[in-house]
């Protein structure tokens, strides 16, 4: 009976959204996951600067059709009073069918073959081009196609860590260990826990880790007398 339902305003689900006092909301319906932070796939740091929000498309964005049976485990009881679905998200959501439809997502398997195997062509030149010969243009030669072999690897990186690369989610991580953690010297791990902040809240200087790197240097003035913290998580 819709009487039995309980709500909650939005207001009070902003109030929610310490660490250790997490709510969201999808679809209207009001979720904890304070203690799932710990264990979340794509890291806390979403988490904890989502809290307090509605992030139905953040979750439809980053998570395949299976992770919506999980949910109903961290269901507070309560919903969203009046909840309602923004322009700006009716014509996302849109989008995001009709890209479905035309199978943009689906994942490309010939062209993820065809791009390793050019990345191991190019190191195979280049081991032979330094170990075997002793011209100077070669060794120059094979220093320009070992950077592009390299940048070749970080684009690759970049997209198994997206999880788009192969058609699995173990061969997914395998080519991220190989590209990421080998070729780039790159911690697969760490930039995922970081990169999936960076596209939800994309250059906020705020919430996108990707451009926090004080003390080593700041992308903005601001963010020398700025508690990033605090405009994050709502501290």
């Not at 030669?141 to 684009?155: D, E, F, K, N």
């Not at 260990?177 to 780039?184: A, H, K, Q, R, Y």
């Amino acid at each position: 009976m819709e009487c039995d339902k309980k709500y909650i305003t939005i207001q009070q689900l902003e109030q929610h959204n310490k660490p250790g006092d997490l709510w969201v909301s999808i679809n209207g319906k009001v979720y904890n996951v304070s203690d799932w932070s710990k264990y979340h796939p794509g890291g806390e740091t979403p988490l904890l600067n989502l809290a307090g929000k509605d992030v139905t498309d953040a979750f439809t964005a980053y998570h395949p059709a299976t992770a919506w049976q999980y949910l109903n485990k961290f269901f507070t009881g309560y919903r969203l009073k009046d909840y309602k679905v923004s322009e700006v998200s009716k014509d996302y959501r849109n989008l995001i069918h009709e890209f479905t439809k035309a199978g943009m997502f689906e994942n490309k398997g010939h062209t993820a073959v065809f791009t390793l195997t050019s990345v191991a062509a190019m190191f195979g030149f280049v081991f032979y081009g330094v170990l075997c010969c002793n011209s100077l243009w070669v060794h120059l030669c094979s220093a320009m196609v070992l950077g592009m072999a390299w940048i070749q690897s970080a684009y690759i990186g970049h997209d198994s860590g997206h999880y788009i690369v192969m058609s699995g989610h173990g061969w997914n991580k395998l080519v991220q260990l190989i590209t990421g953690n080998c070729l780039t010297g790159i911690s697969i791990a760490w930039w995922k826990w970081t990169h999936n902040a960076h596209h939800i809240a994309c250059n906020s200087l705020d919430c996108d880790p990707d451009l926090q790197h004080i003390p080593v240097f700041a992308v903005s003035s601001w963010l020398f007398n700025s508690d990033i913290e605090d405009g994050c998580y709502g501290s």
